[in-house]
């Protein structure tokens, strides 16, 4: 069965200290890969997909980019945090147009 | 520009009534909907994907239906228990160029009284 896995759970940060947060999926391969960020009060915005390696789309212009180093691991990273980087980051993986399974998060809080 | 949105934004029943989600997209184009639930602090878990050709798929006490050209599906929850509530989401892919992404309304925050 497949399993999606996202690292750390919880993060603090300070405003303008890096970012890199990982995202890596088991049992399937050559998946689709999302990041979503979910804001305090809003809904689910797609940050980044990716349907190969090294394939990245930016659905957002903003100081977060988005890498595919292995066909099953995802990191979006940040030079420098902002306040308004704070929120919790979903990573999501599907097979082409077919369902769309979640990770379990992790929450960063920019201080 | 494919809008989703999900009404009511918030809902609290006693336990054992059955309900309806309601969720209605503006571009009838899609490839299939899935509907989500959310715990608290938690990630999306899948509960039923609709392809477009489909009407309706169960499982469980969960049913989804999708009536693609008025832009409208329903999630009806049997019986439904305090372990129900959390937040419900609905997502729909676009068809043709725009199936790389799903996208998503704003959720519905159903509260089961025990």
């Known amino acids: 069965s497949q399993t999606i896995h996202q690292w750390p759970a919880t993060l603090v940060q300070p405003v303008g200290s890096p970012l890199s947060l990982e995202c890596t999926v088991e049992g399937t391969s050559n998946p689709n890969l999302y990041w979503y960020r979910q804001a305090a009060g809003r809904g689910l915005q797609l940050l980044f997909y990716s349907v190969g390696i090294g394939q990245i789309s930016s659905e957002v212009p903003q100081n977060l980019s988005a890498s595919r180093p292995q066909d099953r691991q995802f990191i979006l990273s940040s030079k420098k945090l902002l306040l308004s980087d704070s929120g919790f980051y979903l990573c999501?993986?599907?097979?082409?147009?077919?369902?769309?399974?979640f990770g379990p998060g992790t929450r960063l809080t920019v201080t | 520009k494919q809008e989703v949105t999900q009404i009511p934004a918030a809902l609290s029943v006693p336990e054992g009534e059955n309900l309806v989600l309601n969720c209605s997209f503006t571009?009838?184009?899609?490839?299939?909907l899935q509907w989500f639930r959310q715990d608290p602090g938690k990630g999306l878990t899948s509960l039923l994907l609709i392809q477009s050709s489909q009407r309706e798929q169960t499982s469980g006490r969960l049913n989804a239906s999708l009536d693609k050209s008025s832009g409208r599906s329903t999630l009806y929850i049997a019986a439904s228990q305090p372990g129900d509530s959390a937040t419900y989401l609905c997502?729909?892919?676009?068809?043709?160029?725009?199936?790389?992404?799903?996208?998503f309304g704003t959720g519905t925050l159903l509260a089961v009284q025990p």
């Open positions: 997502a729909v892919r676009g068809d043709g160029g725009a199936t790389n992404k799903l996208i």
């Open positions: 571009d009838s184009a899609i490839y299939n």
């Open positions: 999501a993986w599907s097979k082409g147009v077919y369902e769309q399974y």
